[in-house]
């Protein structure tokens, strides 16, 4: 593949005949999605590593799980992937050893709010070791039978790897596209990228953050599909336009509900804002009504007007899709006492009368000053 | 009871001795709530026709459920109580039906999502009957035997009344506060009543309505705490004001969950706008994920410009929750475009890639003219 950019044409090549050619355009979207990022350590290429990038690799990954010898399986990184997948390993009866080389897993939450993922998988039997890169694998007639780290090595029989994604721009690059944040292709609100004629749009592009007003890459199918719904309709003539992510994510490990949006307090802190932050505790919906369960709310604010910058939910049933409250007073640009005053729904079955986050604004409240 | 607004003072009665007195006050709070309507007609006076307003009420009915001989009972009213209580009476196995005065139950919803809520009470086995008023009650023996309406009598065991509340506002009218809409004690944004000094807040006082720009009486424990929390604070000599309410409500009828806020396509009319809406069907998260539920979501927003007017959703669970992001959209007067770009969380076990709210909100955008 090749594009010409000036030539307002793409070199191609048919997958089935083999035959390849020059296939010219008059406007361009570059589609080309992300590629998972592998440590580059000694052994990388042992059979029984196993990435989760594509429908291929999941069902590689079920066959050799299937083989039913798989007692105890090492996934690296305690992002997204790796909680989901050592959430996976632990419905089929498989041990699981997490390994993180950072000081807490789930960098995209504020530690507090991490550590009560990785309890949740520690009491469901997985062991989380942090500040553990990986330095290698061993194997033995070629397949893995250890994950080495600078604690030793991990005897398992499995490794599934969790460690992220990048932008797969080596075509829009060489095509002289320009790049930006984290390699990502650079785009508009109109996903239009620095070549006319030229669009991006999904894993490969870039998006504005409404509260750091900086470019960000976040390879998610929502900011995906949002991208794709923008440039379509511009492409066909349609006026359409993208303002921006607040950085929106959920999740569910074992039997929590796990939801971000918004700038944590570390992220906050280096974007040059002064915040101040709280973390409540309450109840899924009226305790006396049955299943309620616990919740965690973390509300980052100003210090100085209150202004939300971001938030973060981890609790029983019906905890995650709280965070969309949250996402969208991010977008409205609202304030704690914005949050205190919206009129959320409450019954028995559903909330509290004041919904946790709501509890969480007002008491953040007390601590900013106007 | 009396207060004696020029004079600074209240005429109470101890409860326990009996003794009256006069107390006087620097400020006064009158948060008097609100009382049931109960239809006056022949024999509603009767044993056996029960209200549910206060605890005792519950205990009196279910005392009178215990019996056992209760096998058939009749519903009079399909509001939040009268679905709430049928859906109760169902489940102990007693046969109900739900008799109403107007063309359709819970007319807080737009006829064709309402029509789904009845779906689901006759799917469990209730009748429900619409253009009926209650003329009458028959009994036996001081107790009741029948409900009458223009279409004959409606032979029961027991009657629940599900007719709503007025503002109990006698004792604040007769001081020469102001009352407003629906006789609702007139308050400002702090609360404050008429007369200076005198303060009211809950089921007794009335709201201002974010988007008809209108006093409104909404008696919701939601509505009533923030009510609560402005007088309080403003009292003790704080800030803190109360902007008003977008009439967000939700309720479970038996598998249903129901959630309404803003304006509805008749209200938005009656109101003054020019409303566009849709209704769109999904699934409460990605299909192939276990326990994917139908659920219906419509939208009302102004023609010209595509502001948010109200939603209404329908469905099984994770639905009603869904409500805030269209109540927060409402308090921030977001477009539908606004919603189409709003960074909501999507992971299969809780949502589609595209909300169910935002699949609506795109729906209707191609009617809106900007």
Not at 100 to 117: F, K, Q
Not at 143 to 165: F, K
Not at 295 to 308: C, F, H, P, T
Request: charged letters at 20%; hydrophobic letters at 40%.
């Amino acid at each position: 593949m090749e594009i010409d950019a000036r030539g307002g044409r793409v070199r191609y090549r048919d997958l089935a005949s083999g035959s390849e050619g020059w296939e010219s355009f008059d406007t361009l979207l570059v589609a080309t999605g992300a590629l998972p990022v592998c440590p580059r350590v000694p052994g990388s290429d042992l059979d029984g590593i196993h990435g989760v990038c594509g429908l291929q690799a999941a069902v590689d990954l079920r066959a050799r799980l299937d083989e039913r010898n798989v007692r105890h399986a090492v996934v690296v990184g305690g992002g997204y992937i790796g909680l989901e997948m050592a959430e996976a390993l632990l419905s089929r009866g498989i041990r699981v050893t997490l390994v993180d080389r950072g000081p807490e897993i789930m960098t995209t939450l504020d530690p507090e709010m991490a550590a009560l993922l990785a309890r949740e998988l520690e009491a469901r039997g997985a062991e989380v070791r942090r500040n553990e890169g990986v330095e290698g694998f061993e194997g033995r007639d070629g397949r893995v039978t250890a994950v080495v780290t600078a604690a030793g090595a991990i005897p398992c029989d499995v490794v599934v790897l969790g460690t992220g994604v990048r932008p797969n721009t080596a075509l829009a690059g060489a095509a002289g596209i320009p790049l930006g944040v984290h390699g990502a292709i650079s785009v508009d609100e109109r996903m239009r990228t620095g070549v006319e004629n030229i669009f991006a749009a999904g894993d490969c592009a870039d998006s504005f953050h409404l509260i750091t007003k900086q470019r960000v890459h976040i390879a998610l199918g929502t900011v995906a599909n949002r991208h794709g719904r923008v440039a379509g309709i511009t492409i066909a003539g349609g006026d359409a336009v993208f303002p921006g992510v607040v950085g929106t994510a959920v999740t569910k490990i074992c039997d929590l509900e796990v939801a971000r949006t918004g700038l944590h307090e570390r992220e906050a802190t280096a974007a040059g804002f002064d915040p101040i932050s709280t973390v409540i505790a309450s109840t899924t919906h009226a305790p006396y009504y049955p299943g309620a369960m616990p919740i965690s709310v973390k509300l980052v604010a100003e210090r100085n007007g209150g202004r939300l910058l971001g938030g973060q939910i981890v609790g029983g049933t019906g905890s995650a899709k709280r965070i969309d409250v949250l996402a969208t007073a991010l977008y409205g640009g609202f304030t704690l006492p914005d949050l205190v005053n919206l009129d959320l729904s409450y019954a028995p079955p559903f909330s509290n009368v004041w919904d946790p986050v709501q509890v969480a604004a007002r008491e953040l409240l007390k601590k900013s000053t106007s």
